[in-house]
């Protein structure tokens, strides 16, 4: 089973920042958390991953609270082509590989 | 770089028949590849993991005789539905996770859309 929860949806305007939260309150030391998100029938791209300390890259940042329990996505300047399902993931060991389980995700919607 | 390819992006088969699927990562060797399922309004399920020159394993539910992967080298692994009934029409996707990366992040083909008629 997934090991974070995520609204089932939200919407933002276009050019504001978007903000996506994620509960991961089970996350254990070494797990990473990966975003990824899905435009329509096409496979999930990567976004951004971390461990404990926050991240940015060229698509977005990553806040992680200092006990991991959660995550916040941030967009900071959203489009109309970033309206897509977005997905937190916490990265497990299993069988012995690294899996990634995918939850529900947040349908985000950027409006015009 | 990290691009992976599947082929076909889309078939349609006949009930009984058995469709074969391709994953490639065209740019890097892959350590371990996976294999998802998606049906429409719902999340990716994680069906199968495949190392190279290994045998895959299987989630919980899928079954092993049904569903067949072949992972021959570290670009390419291959997925076959046998006996494909309607029920299996679904949008499958696969991942790599690349051999050369100490985070192993998987990167995802575009998808294979199956419909059993």
């Known amino acids: 089973d997934a090991k974070t929860t995520q609204p089932t949806s939200m919407d933002c305007a276009e050019g504001r920042a978007a903000n996506l939260p994620c509960n991961h309150s089970t996350i254990s030391g070494n797990e990473y958390v990966y975003w990824y998100r899905q435009i329509h029938s096409q496979g999930p791209q990567y976004i951004i991953h971390g461990l404990k300390n926050n991240e940015t890259n060229e698509m977005a940042s990553l806040i992680i609270t200092e006990d991991r329990k959660s995550s916040t996505l941030i967009l900071p300047h959203a489009t109309l082509r970033d309206t897509a399902v977005y997905y937190c993931i916490v990265r497990l060991w299993m069988d012995s590989s690294y899996k990634l389980i995918f939850g529900s995700g947040t349908r985000l919607l950027v409006r015009p | 770089g990290a691009v992976v390819s599947q082929h076909p992006s889309w078939v349609i088969c006949k009930s009984g028949t058995s469709v074969k699927i391709e994953c490639r990562s065209l740019d890097f060797q892959a350590t371990t590849m996976f294999w998802y399922r998606q049906f429409p309004k719902q999340s990716l399920m994680l069906m199968a993991t495949s190392n190279e020159g290994s045998k895959a394993t299987y989630e919980q539910g899928v079954e092993k005789d049904k569903f067949l992967i072949n992972h021959a080298s570290l670009t390419l692994s291959t997925l076959t539905v046998t006996s494909a009934h309607p029920e299996d029409s679904s949008f499958y996707i696969c991942?790599?996770?690349?051999?050369?990366?100490?985070?192993?992040?998987?990167?995802f083909g575009p998808g294979t859309r199956l419909t059993v008629t």
């Open positions: 991942s790599a996770s690349r051999r050369d990366r100490v985070t192993y992040e998987q990167y």
